[in-house]
């Protein structure tokens, strides 16, 4: 479903990227799960790692 966030930025189809909403506890989970690898492998800031999300 796509739907304006924004008046004042329409939906136009050529987007680069899109928004969209989560739901607070998918939101929250996935927060806590990056947490968690970020501390447990010692990931600095700078440091390069790659971020994939399954739908």
Not at 38 to 51: A, K, M, N, S, T
Request: aromatic share 10%; no cysteine; charged share 20%.
């Amino acid at each position: 479903m796509i739907y304006e966030t924004y008046v004042n930025r329409p939906v136009t189809g050529k987007e680069h990227s899109t928004r969209r909403h989560v739901p607070r506890a998918q939101n929250s989970l996935a927060g806590t799960e990056l947490s968690n690898f970020i501390q447990g492998e010692r990931v600095l800031g700078g440091d390069f790692y790659v971020l994939q999300v399954a739908a």
